[in-house]
């Protein structure tokens, strides 16, 4: 965070009420604000605790909201004194002062947090996860956190592995929204300065107003269309920052409102943050008009402290323990996430929350000597406070050296190489199943591993077609493909002998290089109708990303079946990520689902195949490799049972797909040995994340597949 998080912002000046209300001390603004200093404390409370699993506050990632309040109050409040002190060369107002007091405050405590977590992540993890995180220290060494998180499509709440720098997001945020706050507001105050049509203060108001109407309708929009983005994207929090900003305009005026200044509002605003911290969830759809509840309480909780102490601030909030936490409740943020996440890691499995607690009392202690010995002796050390160069070249200094750091981590890190002895060669289908057999027994990553460890995230069916069309669409759309005729020729020739489609989501994807080396062989016309997250069974989907139906998969799906009508294809081969339990009668859903599917498919005039999903390592399989190149089997590689994910769904679909008249084809004997799923067979990774096949493996399983495929008359 910037302001929210700075341990001691400059407050807004002192203002009289306009003319014809109170007036006098009972309606002077205050210069320090204990309130918001405790306040800190609460929003800082909120995050830690979620993050760390308290199960009552589920919706703690409000304190972030809060924080974003209190940001665009305090800089305001600041630009403020400046912009309205004088006209035109008279403005006391200086870019490079300010953004010189935002680097001594703010920068020492991020540089030293990204460099310490790239360092320790390499050493108490691997160089591939160091390399993830270097990158992942470029954007935040940039203030771009959240633009990557946006665009890699991260959902910050869900249960997957997250870069221990995620949460430099709401950092970006803010000093994103600060590289041009001030430039509109000087330029709002030179226009109403030249024009003199309205009073600057009015006009600043103004661009406030306009940023929270505008920013607030984006972003209701965008947490419905594309709820990932919407969390992290500066356009859709800007209103929240525009709220603090409107009531900083607005603070002589709103001083003069005396039932505004009383201890029930400061308690009405305290309520709507914990009533938002204890009733959202993650699902909630955020921010969009959830966000309103958080801000809201925070805009009347600011605002009943403008000129004189309330209740709430005498009780709780200027208490000496939430002052002291205010003051490092920065440091606190910066340092509490990467423990809690690395530790988890090292420790292979989700934190407790009796140690999770616990960290986050080590991180505190950390925060607390970062402020005692970097961000307190910066902040006021008297040469750079007299310089704004200096100033300004000890931030150059302090973003050099920490995005060398993080591109030495993403660039120089040591190419992966097995530590193991090099691998015999696969070349038949016998061999193949004595490499499933032996790698049951693998322990140490071979020397000739391929794809290697870095590349195993790229090893993927390419995603488009030879003419660059996308073969594999995204959640956000219900067309077929990007090309006009709605479908991608993914193998064979397009005016093959024989037409066959692969329908399905990206685990019916991950067949497409050993279905081309099939195409190719028997010159079929191998056609692409496949989506992320949309398996073609007839089944209603909640998508937990968009986290709400997902009814672009059921229009899509429909989108296939007309295609199917119109291509007649002999054959359509189908398969479906089973790689969690669902609650309720899903499974049953999906049975149905699956047999009404078939018959349709069936009244299509084509053959229906099934291919059974493949085993579920339920780790980032790369990752866990170069956590434990030495200790494959015991580390990484799951047993049958932990493999089957989901079992009575795997049974009900195979079942109702043969009554339903289909051919199934389960790959396990081609995966999986008695005992154990490897994830190297031979010099072969099998997979590139958590689930899905390496494009390389899938090829290798070619033959079988094309022996285990009904034969097309």
């Given at each position: 965070?910037?302001?929210?998080?700075?341990?001691?912002?400059?407050?807004?000046?002192?203002?009289?009420?306009?003319?014809?209300?109170?007036?006098?001390?009972?309606?002077?603004?205050?210069?320090?604000?204990?309130?918001?200093?405790?306040?800190?404390?609460?929003?800082?409370?909120?995050?830690?605790?979620?993050?760390?699993?308290?199960?009552?506050?589920?919706?703690?990632?409000?304190?972030?909201?809060?924080?974003?309040?209190?940001?665009?109050?305090?800089?305001?409040?600041?630009?403020?004194?400046?912009?309205?002190?004088?006209?035109?060369?008279?403005?006391?107002?200086?870019?490079?002062?300010?953004?010189?007091?935002r680097i001594r405050r703010l920068l020492p405590a991020a540089a030293l947090v990204v460099v310490v977590t790239v360092i320790a992540t390499w050493a108490s993890l691997?160089?591939?996860?160091?390399?993830?995180?270097?990158?992942?220290?470029?954007?935040?060494?940039?203030?771009?956190?959240?633009?990557h998180l946006a665009l890699t499509g991260v959902d910050y709440q869900a249960n997957q592995d997250p870069s221990p720098l995620q949460h430099f997001w709401s950092l970006a945020v803010e000093e994103q929204f600060y590289l041009g706050w001030p430039l509109a507001l000087l330029a709002a105050v030179a226009v109403a300065r030249r024009t003199g049509r309205v009073s600057p203060r009015a006009a600043v108001a103004l661009v406030a107003g306009l940023v929270?109407?505008?920013?607030?309708?984006?972003?209701?929009?965008?947490?419905?269309?594309?709820?990932?983005?919407?969390?992290?994207?500066?356009?859709?929090?800007?209103?929240?920052?525009?709220?603090?900003?409107?009531?900083?305009?607005?603070?002589?005026?709103?001083?003069?409102i005396r039932w505004l200044r009383t201890t029930p509002v400061a308690w009405a605003g305290l309520a709507l943050v914990l009533?938002?911290?204890?009733?959202?969830?993650?699902?909630?759809?955020?921010?969009?008009?959830?966000?309103?509840?958080?801000?809201?309480?925070?805009?009347?909780?600011?605002?009943?402290?403008?000129?004189?102490?309330?209740?709430?601030?005498?009780?709780?909030?200027?208490?000496?323990?939430?002052?002291?936490?205010?003051?490092?409740?920065?440091?606190?943020?910066?340092?509490?996430w990467p423990v809690l996440v690395l530790a988890a890691l090292v420790a292979g499995r989700d934190l407790r929350l009796p140690e999770a607690l616990a960290l986050c009392a080590v991180a505190l202690w950390m925060a607390l000597c970062t402020s005692i010995a970097l961000e307190n002796p910066l902040r006021s050390m008297p040469s750079l406070v007299a310089s704004t160069t200096r100033t300004l070249r000890l931030g150059a200094v302090l973003v050099l050296v920490t995005a060398l750091v993080a591109a030495a981590a993403a660039v120089v890190a040591p190419r992966l190489m097995g530590v193991g002895v090099q691998a015999a060669a696969i070349t038949d289908s016998a061999q193949l199943d004595a490499a499933v057999l032996a790698g049951q027994r693998t322990d140490a990553v071979p020397a000739d591993l391929t794809p290697g460890l870095v590349e195993a995230a790229d090893?993927?069916?390419?995603?488009?077609?030879?003419?660059?069309?996308?073969?594999?669409?995204?959640?956000?759309?219900?067309?077929?493909?990007?090309?006009?005729?709605?479908?991608?020729?993914?193998?064979?020739?397009?005016?093959?002998?024989?037409t066959v489609v692969v329908a399905g989501d990206s685990h019916a994807y991950q067949w497409i290089p050993a279905l081309r080396e099939i195409a190719g062989q028997r010159n079929w016309r191998l056609i692409s109708l496949t989506k992320s997250g949309c398996p073609l069974y007839d089944v209603v989907m909640v998508n937990t990303q968009l986290k709400r139906e997902y009814t672009e998969c059921t229009q899509w799906r429909e989108k296939v079946f007309e295609r199917i009508a119109d291509l007649r294809p002999a054959m359509v081969i189908t398969s479906a990520a089973?790689?969690?339990?669902?609650?309720?009668?899903?499974?049953?859903?999906?049975?149905?689902?699956?047999?009404?599917?078939?018959?349709?498919?069936?009244?299509?005039?084509?053959?229906?195949?099934?291919?059974?999903?493949?085993?579920?390592?339920?780790?980032?399989?790369?990752?866990?490799?170069?956590?434990?190149?030495?200790?494959?089997?015991?580390?990484?590689?799951?047993?049958?049972?932990?493999?089957?994910?989901?079992?009575?769904?795997?049974?009900?679909?195979?079942?109702?797909?043969?009554?339903?008249?289909?051919?199934?084809?389960?790959?396990?004997?081609?995966?999986?040995?008695?005992?154990?799923?490897?994830?190297?067979?031979?010099?072969?990774?099998?997979?590139?994340?958590?689930?899905?096949?390496?494009?390389?493996?899938?090829?290798?399983?070619?033959?079988?597949?094309?022996d285990a495929l009904p034969p097309l008359t």
């Open positions: 965070m910037t302001a929210g998080l700075d341990p001691a912002p400059p407050p807004p000046a002192p203002a009289s009420a306009p003319a014809g209300q109170e007036t006098g001390p009972a309606t002077e603004l205050r210069r320090f604000r204990p309130d918001v200093e405790g306040l800190r404390a609460v929003a800082v409370l909120l995050v830690v605790l979620f993050h760390a699993g308290v199960p009552a506050l589920r919706g703690g990632y409000v304190g972030v909201d809060v924080f974003l309040v209190i940001s665009g109050y305090l800089i305001t409040g600041h630009l403020l004194v400046g912009l309205l002190a004088g006209s035109g060369t008279e403005q006391r107002f200086s870019l490079a002062a300010f953004y010189a007091r691997s160089a591939l996860q160091a390399r993830q995180v270097g990158v992942d220290a470029l954007w935040a060494t940039f203030f771009g956190m959240n633009v929270l109407v505008g920013a607030l309708a984006y972003s209701v929009h965008l947490t419905v269309a594309e709820p990932t983005p919407a969390y992290f994207l500066t356009p859709t929090r800007a209103w929240e920052l525009a709220a603090g900003a409107l009531l900083a305009v607005a603070a002589p005026r709103l001083a003069g009533l938002a911290a204890t009733r959202f969830t993650p699902a909630t759809p955020f921010p969009g008009y959830a966000a309103a509840l958080p801000v809201a309480g925070t805009v009347l909780l600011l605002t009943a402290g403008l000129t004189r102490r309330t209740g709430l601030e005498r009780r709780l909030l200027g208490r000496a323990p939430l002052q002291a936490l205010g003051r490092l409740s920065y440091g606190w943020y910066l340092w509490h090893d993927k069916p390419a995603l488009d077609a030879d003419d660059g069309i996308s073969c594999m669409v995204g959640l956000l759309t219900a067309e077929l493909s990007a090309d006009p005729g709605g479908s991608c020729v993914a193998g064979g020739t397009a005016d093959g002998t024989t089973v790689f969690s339990e669902r609650e309720g009668d899903f499974t049953a859903r999906w049975t149905t689902g699956v047999t009404t599917t078939m018959e349709r498919l069936r009244t299509l005039g084509t053959r229906p195949v099934v291919l059974a999903d493949v085993p579920y390592p339920r780790r980032d399989v790369p990752t866990c490799l170069a956590q434990h190149p030495a200790d494959v089997r015991d580390s990484c590689t799951p047993t049958l049972t932990d493999a089957m994910s989901d079992p009575e769904r795997r049974r009900a679909t195979a079942a109702a797909a043969v009554s339903a008249g289909a051919v199934v084809v389960d790959p396990q004997a081609w995966l999986c040995g008695p005992q154990r799923c490897p994830v190297i067979v031979g010099q072969y990774l099998v997979y590139s994340d958590n689930s899905h096949l390496t494009a390389t493996y899938a090829r290798l399983l070619a033959g079988r597949l094309a």
